[in-house]
């Protein structure tokens, strides 16, 4: 599935220790709708998220907030995806705010408003939500109703390409690669990060690793292996800035 398509929320909390029967229950029952979900039984999903998103669980908000988006198990509506995403949304959930942001991004069933959807993007990327901190970057790189700039969308794409966000690790290589945002351009980076795009699933990088192979020395290309090695290893803990 497309990083640009909706996010569904995993619920993963302390729910998963808790000892209270109704948690457990609603856990159950959270998890039985992801597999129903994940199986095409989409009016089955629907069946074990509402009772959970009536009662304020803002995953199960959020969840039947995409399949009315999509259509999924129920007549696509755009007006009640908004609806349950808000709920979800104003309960702090990072996938929710992401998932308005795109309704926004794309005007689906709203006017389209870069501006809006930037303000709802920020509200996840606060909470470390790469999918948004890729769409910021997105909005600054192609000034798409905001005024371009280059250095935002780079340090936005490079935070989540830290977190092992493919699509960022494209743009930010593409970004390195062809200087925007810096002087000059750096292809021992962009090297490092199409590499790690294109073994994340991105086969479109290969065409800048190779580009900016030309560029290095033999020794700087085994460097760059190592480099790639230790981002891997560490979850991107350690790796080129």
Known sequence: MSHMMRTLAILISALLLSTDPVAVAQQENFE???????????????????PLAQSGMASAQNNIGHMHEE??????????AMRWYRLAADSGLA????NIGLLYYHGYGVSQ?????????????????????YMIGRIYH????????????????????????????????FMLQAGEGATDGDPYRAYIWSQLAERNGLPGAQDIHSI???MLTAQQ??????????????SYAECAD
């Open 142 to 173: 192609a000034s798409e109703g905001l005024q371009q700039d280059f250095a935002e969308a780079r340090r936005w794409y490079a935070l989540a390409a830290r977190s092992g966000y493919a699509e960022a690790q494209f743009m930010y290589a």
């Open 113 to 133: 408003n870069q501006r809006e959807a930037l303000r709802w993007f920020r509200q996840a990327a606060d909470q470390k939500l790469a999918a948004s901190q």
């Open 32 to 50: 039985a709708g992801l597999a129903a979900k994940n199986r095409g039984h989409y009016a089955t999903a629907l069946r074990a998220w509402m």
């Open 71 to 80: 259509g999924l198990g129920v007549v696509q509506n755009y007006t009640e």
């Open 221 to 234: 290309l085994e460097l760059a292996a190592a480099q790639i090695a230790r981002c891997l290893e560490t």
């Open 95 to 98: 996938e929710a705010q992401h």
């Open 212 to 214: 900016s192979a030309l």
